[in-house]
């Protein structure tokens, strides 16, 4: 069975620009949830969706948005990019609560 | 607020049996689960404990006492394989995908 798929693996992007990044969950997995990862901030909950719809948010500005797709696949955008945006972005999918599977992340870098 | 609690850093020697603890205050609480992550990947789902007790997979076990709000991940037999970051992180309802992490806990292995 196919794990979680993220892409792309690698962007760099300048100040201000916007990005999307691209999650297909483990098939049969409706709940996928994405987190940012860095050194300092360890690993943050951005948001979760479910059948479509947005289920969760964390704390992080409205330049973060998400969606879902009716097959599943998620996609996340960051618009106006500061540097600060530069992390780890990692997607989870889910079908039992607490076991979340992750992808290897996109590793964006604002520069 | 939420915040788990795990020490920054542990040290053992192959073979041995490390214990990492895992205190957490949540204003909702579901129950714990723990992840793997080596330098460079993705985190692992490792186990979930959703009830007080013990949960034993293989070489791993992970504990939980809500009384206490306090939880530990267990690794028997250690490998070199198992030096690692290693994360809990708590569920805050049992309808959703959102995971609090912990800052996590290096595991480093000696020969």
């Known amino acids: 069975k196919a794990g979680v798929t993220q892409t792309p693996r690698y962007l760099i992007k300048t100040r201000g620009q916007q990005v999307t990044l691209s999650c297909s969950p483990i098939s049969g997995h409706r709940s996928v949830s994405w987190y940012q990862q860095t050194p300092g901030q360890g690993l943050q909950f951005l948001f979760e969706y479910f059948s479509e719809t947005q289920r969760n948010k964390g704390n992080f500005p409205g330049r973060f948005s998400g969606r879902q797709f009716s097959n599943s696949r998620s996609e996340m955008n960051v618009s106006t990019l500061e540097l600060g945006d530069s992390a780890l972005y990692l997607c989870a999918s889910s079908l039992v609560a607490g076991e979340a599977f992750f992808g290897q992340g996109t590793r964006l870098t604002v520069v | 607020g939420q915040s788990l609690e795990q020490p920054s850093e542990v040290t053992a020697v192959e073979g041995a049996i490390v214990q990492i603890n895992c205190t957490y205050q949540?204003?909702?609480?579901?129950?714990l689960s723990w992840y793997q992550q080596h330098d460079g990947g993705a985190p692992t789902f490792l186990s979930y404990?959703?009830?007080?007790g013990l949960e034993e997979t293989g070489r791993f076990s992970s504990f939980l006492s809500r009384s206490d709000s306090y939880g530990y991940l267990l690794l028997q037999e250690l490998q070199m394989k198992d030096s690692a970051s290693y994360f809990c992180a708590a569920l805050g309802s049992g309808n959703t995908g959102k995971l609090i992490f912990g800052q996590g806990t290096t595991l480093q292995v000696k020969p």
């Open positions: 404990n959703g009830l007080d």
């Open positions: 949540t204003s909702g609480f579901y129950g």
